[in-house]
């Protein structure tokens, strides 16, 4: 794990330094849509994951800084958890971002989150009485991003703010509220104790995340 982190933020600040010393050579230029707020809801979640998610923005010349909070996920089980009949629930997934911005349209950030997981039998009622376990997450990782303004070149405010956001990030786990990261319970279906790594936060029960998000930049460009 010690490792993943390490090649991830080598990785992320060899990009940055690229970058900057090809801009440095070209001349910098103003972006677009900077020192703006933006507000936009993610589409994944409500599509996927029958929750929410919604993204603060604030961007410099330069910079881009971000807050997320995602709610009421339930994202499909996979690996252990699928094979002993659990479901997954995150009453909430939520952290900071800062970003170094490539263009007016592409960034690259540095993310750490904190994940709170719930764990329930398939079908049951999700409530304190049925839960089997919960625990929190701690991951530190990296995404990059693209915005996209379909009506950048409109003369009109309004549709000039409308933004989209595309995302692929990695968000590697670094630690947990558990000893060992693990806990161990009895399963009445398969009647033996089992032992459960905690959960990743992305697709497949790995770090990976892709995400869609719609918006709105205030003021336009």
Excluded at 27 to 51: D, E, M, R
Excluded at 72 to 92: E, R, T
Excluded at 206 to 211: E, M
């Amino acid at each position: 794990m010690k490792n993943s982190i390490v090649t991830l933020a080598v990785s992320l600040t060899c990009l940055i330094s690229q970058f900057t010393n090809a801009q440095s050579l070209t001349g910098k230029k103003n972006f677009l849509y900077s020192h703006k707020f933006s507000v936009l809801a993610g589409l994944i979640q409500p599509a996927l994951l029958k929750g929410g998610n919604v993204e603060f923005n604030y961007t410099t010349k330069r910079m881009m800084f971000e807050y997320s909070h995602g709610f009421s996920l339930d994202p499909p089980s996979s690996g252990d958890y699928k094979n002993q009949q659990l479901s997954l629930h995150l009453p909430y997934s939520t952290g900071f971002g800062i970003g170094y911005r490539i263009n007016s349209h592409l960034d690259v950030r540095f993310e750490p989150k904190l994940h709170s997981w719930e764990v329930y039998y398939n079908g049951q009622k999700q409530n304190d009485e049925n839960k089997i376990d919960d625990y929190k997450t701690y991951t530190l990782g990296a995404g990059i991003y693209y915005r996209y303004f379909p009506f950048k070149n409109s003369s009109n405010k309004l549709l000039q703010a409308i933004t989209t956001s595309s995302s692929m990030r990695w968000w590697q786990n670094v630690g947990s509220s558990l000893n060992n990261n693990e806990f161990s319970y009895t399963n009445k279906f398969l009647n033996k104790t089992e032992n459960l790594k905690v959960a990743n936060i992305g697709i497949g029960n790995t770090p990976l995340i892709f995400n869609v998000a719609i918006g709105y930049t205030l003021g336009g460009k």
